[in-house]
């Protein structure tokens, strides 16, 4: 669903203490309580303890000697806590971010996805490369309600960039050279887990898992529909 389109307030119905607004020129997921998060977010990437995410929606023509310092301005200017803080950019509409939800084996997960193709391209293809920072293009939020160890964690961010692959290889989206796209040159991606302490370990999350394939499938659906429906 995109929820966001008619609205600026989203509530998970499986997740409720996870709240999700759109501010204007970005979107915010929050939770109370600080997520585990691996991420490649611009600032606060990396392993964190993460309460804030945000989704900076930036101007097509968007240039920044230093990309880092001006999100953690923005996260300043927003009031967000700047150490509890991931902070992402992106050039797509975030207004046609797609949500979905799933409960299932011993968790709770919510995906959100923003996709934008201006910059498609096929991993593993030579081209020429360059060493200045771009932002964001298909950003890929994973939300977890369940106890992971970060080997699974790192899973889980395979197992959800395979699928973002598949999802684009599906919906025949191609580079200039006919091969499909894998992504795109700025994508980034999310994943954050509750790691509830009455709940059991999942030690993996590979496709063959109860948690890998609902974070695949999430994920595939969830491009999909960002791509289809991106341009409204």
Not at 3 to 9: E, V
Not at 83 to 90: D, I, K, M
Not at 155 to 167: D, L, R, Y
Request: hydrophobic share 40%; with cysteine.
């Amino acid at each position: 669903m995109q929820p966001f389109r008619h609205q600026n307030q989203f509530t998970p119905r499986i997740w409720p203490e996870l709240r999700m607004y759109k501010k204007g020129d970005h979107l915010l997921v929050e939770n109370e309580r600080p997520l585990d998060t691996f991420s490649s977010a611009v600032h606060g990437g990396g392993f964190q303890k993460i309460s804030h995410f945000v989704n900076w929606q930036v101007p097509l023509d968007y240039a920044s000697s230093d990309p880092i310092q001006l999100m953690e301005q923005k996260i300043a200017e927003w009031e967000y806590p700047l150490n509890q803080t991931a902070g992402l950019q992106t050039a797509a509409k975030i207004h046609c971010a797609s949500i979905l939800e799933e409960q299932g084996d011993e968790f709770r997960i919510v995906c959100c996805v923003t996709a934008g193709l201006g910059n498609r391209e096929r991993a593993g293809r030579k081209r020429k490369t360059f060493s200045a920072y771009q932002c964001g293009t298909i950003n890929t939020f994973v939300f977890i309600d369940g106890r992971l160890t970060e080997a699974a964690m790192i899973n889980g961010i395979i197992t959800a960039t395979e699928a973002k692959a598949a999802a684009l290889q599906d919906l025949q989206v191609k580079v200039d050279s006919g091969e499909f796209a894998t992504g795109t040159t700025t994508d980034s991606v999310v994943l954050a887990a509750s790691q509830a302490e009455q709940l059991p370990v999942h030690l993996f999350a590979g496709t063959a898992t109860t948690i890998g394939n609902s974070i695949g499938c999430l994920v595939y659906k969830a491009t999909c529909e960002a791509v289809r429906n991106g341009e409204g």
